[in-house]
């Protein structure tokens, strides 16, 4: 193939004027974060010529860049990117704006492959048949210096190699029923990962500094009272560190305090190991002290360690954390994050540190979050068609409570199962108890949650859990009927295809395996409808430049914005509208919308 290095803005166009309607470009950065990264250099292929344009020296770079910005070389063109996001937060620094017709080949093989490798060396290798000894890494070629003929070479195949991706994956995506998810719903959300990258959080940092020493201290005083709890010792080292008999963070050491000191059995897995999770934790409470103090010291130690520690490492200069959010690592589709892990972001935080309080409106901003209602159950009841559960959707009754009503005849009158009833507040207040058992059937059936972890949870013998669920699918039979189908789905052809078509694959066949199918129809799917109602809102946003309006955080199915004080009502209102239209299931889609001057207000 025939390649160029583009050092002037005539050469660039001379080049530009045999190009196709298809692009492949990629970027070369000195950072991989959006504050910090300066962009080297850009590369381009056709498909039958490459070039790489040196925007690094200094003298050349302001024509080239402002050809670039205001002469788009993507104007007209469909432009392929290998992890999208992050070259169109790259353009973005640069002020080239490429319109929305992208194409992520990351993506792409994501969705052929959930579980492969997304890296564009590991794709060349395995669909283009590079040979390993030809395939160089950034590590191995910035040391020859980024204006070197290795540098350059490095760098166009990273386009060369994005172009030819993709011309073997266009075919396949038809061919297995993907287009639809990957050009209507994967492509749009390209621009909404670049955003919320670009974006990030204002943080409140003096409230930080002050709820990190009170967490300290809490930690400390949650370690020695889970220590006293179980009566173990421990001594003064050197500097003051207290050296215990055992480690509350070592599961091994755990089992064995936990039935040789307190004498209490655990109950061995299916693997005949042991499991001190907070399942397990929490039906033993009431068996000794030591199990309540222990789970509150894990919380505190998560919420210390996992993100107040970890928090000022990440803010940048401007007050904002940009964490990474990942598209391909999941298989149901979800969202990771890393960077910190804002998919960890705990609900509450204790009472001296609330983490989502930290995150705040800058002056004139508000935060307007929203989510879905009962998203999960909702796509569970599309997926199942099932229907009493459809019928209490479309009656606005609470599902969970409308269960236990009939699952543990509390005999309450049907009007009461309403929402909007007056009193429901009070007879859910009553009911809690019934209602929360219900609810962890409800969330626990789809996501393949056996007899025994039912049993762990309500302290019952596994004959008495399975009796439960028998009486649940009993309630609700298309449920079952569902999850059976799925299992043969997954018997016949090797995979399962979800709502939306996402495909999840399964090469080895188990018990594992058809509930994890199960619970990807629901899981993926739910994914899949976050991202339209993501897109969906940024749509909104750019129809409405004076909102001021953001998207900045994502955490599972909540959507968080900033948008300029003044139009917070009108937000909340098309905001509504928007995540409840972006999607049409056989029972009615709810959102709740919140607002407030820092994230833990807005619901």
Known sequence: ??????????????????????LSLDTETTDLKYYQLECLGISLCDGKRACYIVLGDKDGQVGLVDYLRHRSVCRGRCVAFHNAPFDLKVLHKLGIEPPENVICTMTAAHLLDEEGDKGLKDLAIRYLHVPE?????????????????????????????????????????????????????EMPFQFVLRDLEING??????????????????????????????????????????????????????????QTRLGVRLTPEEDGGYSVDKSVLESLKDRHPFFGKLLYYRSVEKLANSFFEKLPECIDGDGRIRCHFNNTVTVTGRLSSSDPNMQQLPKKG??????????????????????????????????????????????????HLTLANGFMDLGINEKLLYESHPQFQEIRKKYKDQRDKCKTINFGIPYGKTAYGFALDWNVTEAEAQAEIDKYFSKFPRIQEAIQGCTRRVKSRGFVANLFGRRRRFKHLSKRAFRQAFNFLIQGASADMF????????????????????????????????????YRDVVMKDMKYALEHCVSLCVPVVCDIGWGHNYADCK
């Open 531 to 566: 991202k339209l109602g993501a897109v969906a809102v940024r749509k909104l946003f750019l129809a409405h430049e004076e909102w001021g309006g953001k998207i900045i955080l994502a955490v599972h199915d909540e959507i968080v914005t900033e948008v300029n004080e003044q």
């Open 201 to 258: 959080v204002q943080i409140d940092q003096p409230a930080l500094v002050t709820a990190r020493e009170s967490l300290r201290k809490e930690l400390m005083q949650a370690c020695l009272d889970t220590w006293e709890a179980g009566g173990i010792k421990y001594d003064v080292a050197l500097l003051g560190e207290l050296i215990p008999e055992i480690n509350l963070n070592s599961p091994k050491q755990l089992v064995e305090f936990i």
């Open 1 to 22: 193939m025939d390649r160029q290095v583009i050092h002037t803005e005539q050469e660039l166009i001379e080049w530009l004027k045999g190009a196709g309607d298809t």
């Open 133 to 185: 000894d030809q395939v160089k890494h950034y590590e191995e070629v910035v040391t020859k210096g980024v204006n070197s003929t290795e540098f350059y070479d490095y760098a166009m195949n990273d386009a060369i190699w994005t172009w030819q991706l993709w011309q073997v994956f266009k075919p396949l995506l038809e061919e297995q029923g993907l287009s639809n998810l990957f050009y209507n719903i």
């Open 350 to 399: 204790t009472a001296l540190a609330n983490v989502r309080a930290l995150i705040i409106a800058p002056p004139g901003k508000v935060l307007v979050g929203g989510d879905w209602s009962g998203q999960e159950l909702r796509v569970l009841a599309e997926v199942s068609r099932d229907l009493t559960m459809i019928d209490a959707f479309i009656r606005g009754q609470d599902v």
